[in-house]
């Protein structure tokens, strides 16, 4: 029997990763090949006409499994039914600024879309957060949407464990797949620690220890 539709809200959907993801929710890669989805999108106004084009662009590709589209400046239409809100709205950072420089910009928006979630959204709602400070705005939007339980809020801090992954595959000219035991400690901002005292690359002759290999603390 066919899956009934999921509600999926992307924020910020005019900008750039909003513009490269829903293409992608509407294809089933993030939720699967057999579940319909109907995308919300929600904008700011200055952005309703790139984000009306981008509603333009998902209708041409008639997706199988897109079984609608809200593309929207109002965060109360935006968050209503939805089951999986990925919060990718907000302010990004500029040239010389840190993920915390953001944080006074990005928190008040979080705190009224997390306010339309708890009222609007499906109950049982999963939420990516992904505007930084993401880790920040996910402590905003878990307060201020205490309805939405805990262990469903989550934040894409994996990008800065990729970066660690990429970094030390491009130094030891490795494949990044194997490299393993990365960790990344502290906030998503400037106190974050990319720890590789565990870290390992796999090789036919075993595991070799990722600090003996680099050989340099300073790097
Ligand atoms: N956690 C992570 O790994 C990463 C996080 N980011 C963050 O993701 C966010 C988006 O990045 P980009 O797409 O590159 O930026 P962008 O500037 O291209 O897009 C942001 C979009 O959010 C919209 N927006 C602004 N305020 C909004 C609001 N109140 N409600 C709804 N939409 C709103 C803007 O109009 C714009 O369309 C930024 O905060 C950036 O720092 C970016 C890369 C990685
Ligand atoms: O900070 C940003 O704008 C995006 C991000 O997370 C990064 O590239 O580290």
Redesign the pocket.
């Known amino acids: 029997m066919a899956k009934e539709p999921v509600r999926v809200l992307v924020?910020?959907?005019?900008?750039?990763?909003?513009?490269?993801l829903v293409p992608m929710i509407a294809r089933g890669i993030m939720l699967g090949p057999d579940q319909p989805v109907i995308l919300h999108m929600?904008?700011?106004p200055?952005?309703a006409e790139?984000?009306n084009g981008v509603k333009m662009e998902l209708v041409d590709a008639a997706f199988p499994l897109l079984k609608g589209v809200v593309a929207t400046?109002d965060?109360v239409e935006?968050c209503t039914g939805v089951s999986v809100a990925v919060m990718?709205?907000?302010?990004?950072?500029k040239e010389g600024m840190e993920?915390k420089d953001?944080m006074s910009?990005?928190v008040s928006?979080y705190k009224?879309?997390a306010s339309a979630l708890e009222k609007y959204a499906a109950p049982n709602c999963k939420v990516l957060?992904?505007?930084?400070?993401?880790n920040t705005?996910a402590l905003i939007l878990k307060e201020f949407a205490p309805s939405i339980p805990e262990k469903n809020i989550t934040?894409?801090?994996?990008?800065?464990h990729n970066r660690a992954l990429g970094q030390i595959s491009e130094r030891l000219n490795v494949q990044v797949s194997d490299v393993k035991n990365v960790i990344i400690w502290g906030n998503?901002s400037s106190t974050q620690y990319p720890d590789v005292t565990h870290a390992a690359i796999k090789t036919p002759e075993g595991e070799k220890p990722v600090p003996a290999l680099v050989n340099d603390d300073a790097w």
Do not use: E, M, S
């Open positions: 924020t910020g959907a005019a900008g750039q990763i909003g513009y490269a929600l904008d700011i200055p952005a790139a984000l400046t965060a935006a990718v709205g907000g302010f990004p950072r993920r953001v910009k990005n928006i009224a879309q957060v992904v505007a930084n400070p993401a705005n934040c894409l801090t994996r990008l800065d998503h």
